[in-house]
């Protein structure tokens, strides 16, 4: 019997302080470890298996 999942929540915890040590002033603020970096890279993975799935 097949599982059907209605809602999904994702809830995503970010250190600042961790963020901080890696940053070496180079004035770019979108760098790899950086929290929007992190959250848009989650968002395309989630939505490329979603994109996936529907394929099948």
């Known amino acids: 019997m097949p ?3 209605r809602e999904m ?3 995503v915890a970010v250190d600042e302080a961790a963020g ?3 940053k070496t002033g180079g004035g ?3 760098q ?3 929290p929007d970096a992190i959250v848009r ?3 395309e993975k989630v939505l490329q298996i979603l994109k996936d799935q529907r394929e099948r």
Request: aromatic share 0%; charged share 30%.
């Open 32 to 34: 790899e470890g950086s």
């Open 9 to 11: 929540v994702i809830k």
């Open 28 to 30: 770019n603020e979108q």
């Open 20 to 22: 901080n040590k890696g």
């Open 41 to 43: 890279a989650c968002v």
């Open 3 to 5: 599982v059907e999942i």
